[in-house]
């Protein structure tokens, strides 16, 4: 063998050597970024399979909504559940999947999931402590990451997946919208960053770009609520993920579906309407109250169900 083939043999098992290493380091230390290293705590709670108690007719054909909604304790959490659970009872065929960031369910919202008449489901999955220490902290993560593994082992194919946050408002329209998504529909949302508005830029009912006050590098300039995914499509997917990276969790999941923009279904009138606004709810603080000369009136069973519902300490 001449000197420049064993330098050249030489390189590629050094070479290969090398790649074995880092492969096998990158894998140890939790592979691609934003994937998380330890195992993350996960406890299903309950869940009810039923027809929507409040539609009179529901037609067994329709595709099931998924609608993922991730939540946590604070003193807004009973009053937003309500108000998006309550919009959700005028819709058929949903499967409402509650997610708290939490290593346990909140009574409150057991009684309420019971008491709306819904399908649902109730999981718990905490943030994990090394994502709260961060400077910006991925927001609802752990629990969308639970609920997403639910529906890929539950979601019926015909199915379709959308995420609704617990602070955002719903015109129920967009159901239909999203009903019949064949891989992933697109539509506006409302009161979003810069331009008060995260849209879609349509051009002869094909997504040629994004609208959005936050490029940030992103190939999918969307906000949570601003597209659905049909479940047959994301199981056949290989590694569909939700990356622990604030402000990148809508693009690390739809980059780990494989989708081209042009395979995006254009929803919302070619996307000039908004069917669905982050509304944003302003933050009440936990506060301890004094109760001495309430003993023995109302006030006092009063706040008692307040704590019950973590509006106060
Ligand atoms: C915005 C987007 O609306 C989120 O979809 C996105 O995940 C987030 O930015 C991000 O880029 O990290 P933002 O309005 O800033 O979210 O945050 P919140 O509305 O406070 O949280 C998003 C969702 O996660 C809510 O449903 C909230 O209840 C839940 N959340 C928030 C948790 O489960 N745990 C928390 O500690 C905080
Ligand atoms: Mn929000």
């Known amino acids: 063998m001449s000197r420049q083939k064993r330098v050249i043999m030489a390189v590629i098992i050094f070479g290969s050597f090398i790649y074995i290493v880092l492969t096998q380091a990158v894998h140890i230390l939790g592979g691609a970024p934003g994937e998380p290293v330890h195992p993350e705590i996960r406890k299903f709670c309950s869940s009810a399979s039923r027809k929507n108690v409040n539609i009179e007719y529901e ?37 409402w999947i509650v997610a708290e960031d939490s290593h346990t369910c909140s009574p409150p919202i057991t009684s309420l999931l019971d008491r709306l008449g819904l399908s649902y489901t109730h999981l718990a999955s905490p943030m994990p402590e090394v994502y709260r220490r961060e400077k910006y902290v991925p927001r609802g993560v752990s629990n ?6 639910w529906v890929q082992e539950n979601g019926e194919d015909t199915g379709v997946l959308y995420f609704l946050d617990d602070d955002n408002a719903i015109d ?78 809508e693009d690390g999941f739809l ?44 006030i006092k069973p009063l706040t008692d169900n307040m704590r019950k519902m973590g509006m106060i300490k």
């Open 144 to 149: 969308r990451r639970a609920a997403l593994q």
């Open 172 to 249: 129920i329209r967009l159901f239909n919208e999203m009903r019949l998504t064949q891989t992933v529909s697109m539509w506006p949302v409302g009161l979003i960053g810069e331009y008060t508005v995260s849209s879609p830029v349509v051009k002869g009912n094909q997504v040629v770009g994004f609208y959005d006050g936050w490029p940030a590098g992103r190939k999918f300039q969307v906000d949570m609520a601003g597209f659905a995914v049909n479940i047959g499509y994301l199981k056949k997917q290989k590694k569909v993920t939700m990356p622990y990276i604030a402000g990148h969790e």
């Open 255 to 298: 980059k780990s579906l494989n989708l081209n923009l042009k395979d995006i279904e254009v929803k919302a009138d070619g996307c000039t309407n908004i069917l669905v606004w982050h509304t944003r709810t302003a933050k009440n603080p936990s506060r301890t109250l004094r109760l001495a000369h309430h003993q023995a009136t109302n």
């Open 59 to 95: 037609d067994s054909n329709l595709p099931v909504i998924y609608v993922v909604t991730p939540t946590y304790r604070r003193p807004e959490m009973v009053a937003e559940l309500t108000r998006l659970g309550q919009t959700l009872t005028m819709v058929k065929r949903i499967h």
